[in-house]
């Protein structure tokens, strides 16, 4: 069975956002329907995205590193989501594994927020109704776009090409080529929901760095007179030539 999902790469997402104002324009303006933003630049924006970007700072100061998680409907392979709706509104397709929601049958109680361990249900606020990440199903599956297109808009639009897009089931296929090669893995596998979307982790770079790199060529500190914590001579024609 086909389960579609995305893979994004940790290790060189830079947070641009791209993902998110692609995510936005396009369902905005396709099946999905109106994208609510009642004050998307006040002191307590509102407003419902598929797609969001979360930034940390890991580490211990001064050793510090930055990390953006992009983060959007997961496509569980047994969605939590999907057995409390009472009005079977969220629903997991057989045909791709895609997890959708219908419209005309929600009523917003928000259940299937609560129940998604991920935080990755929003309602809109104007129509009442519960979105999510529809992996752009209206695109991938649209024959007018020339067939390297047919991507969810924000595997378009990512720069840096951080996110992947395939089935997971197909062993052949890049994101599992990409998830067995690179450790891919889920998020929170510890609640058995199996996301369908993975990440691949951030992975260290060793520069080699040699000690007289260390040192800035103009060190204020020559100038000065003082170098390394002790006085040095003060400096000839000679000296400052070879700096």
Not at 28 to 34: E, P, Q, V
Not at 68 to 95: I, M, N, Q, W
Not at 122 to 132: P, T
Not at 196 to 214: F, M
Request: net charge negative; with cysteine.
């Amino acid at each position: 069975m086909t389960q579609l999902a995305l893979v994004i790469d940790l290790n060189v997402c830079v947070g641009c956002h791209a993902c998110v104002t692609s995510c936005k324009e396009w369902n905005t303006s396709g099946t999905a329907g109106y994208m609510s933003d009642e004050n998307p630049y006040g002191q307590d924006p509102t407003g419902t995205f598929f797609n969001r970007v979360q930034t940390f700072e890991v580490g211990v100061y001064p050793n510090t590193e930055t990390v953006h998680f992009p983060k959007s409907c997961l496509h569980c392979e047994d969605p939590p989501c999907v057995p409390v709706c009472p009005t079977g509104a969220s629903y997991k397709r057989d045909s791709d594994g895609i997890v959708l929601v219908d419209y005309d049958k929600c009523i917003g109680c928000k259940y299937c927020s609560w129940a998604c361990p991920y935080g990755v249900r929003e309602i809109d606020e104007q129509q009442k109704v519960m979105k999510k990440c529809t992996l752009c199903v209206d695109r991938i599956y649209d024959e007018s776009l020339p067939e390297a297109e047919r991507q969810p808009a924000c595997v378009m639009a990512c720069p840096t090409n951080a996110r992947l897009f395939g089935d997971v089931h197909d062993a052949e296929s890049e994101v599992s080529v990409a998830i067995r090669e690179r450790g891919g893995y889920q998020l929170m596998p510890e609640w058995g929901t199996k996301p369908a979307n993975h990440y691949l982790p951030r992975r260290k770079a060793r520069i080699q760095i040699h000690e007289d790199e260390l040192e800035r060529v103009d060190n204020p500190l020559k100038k000065e007179g003082i170098h390394k914590g002790r006085v040095i001579d003060e400096p000839t024609l000679d000296d400052v030539t070879s700096w």
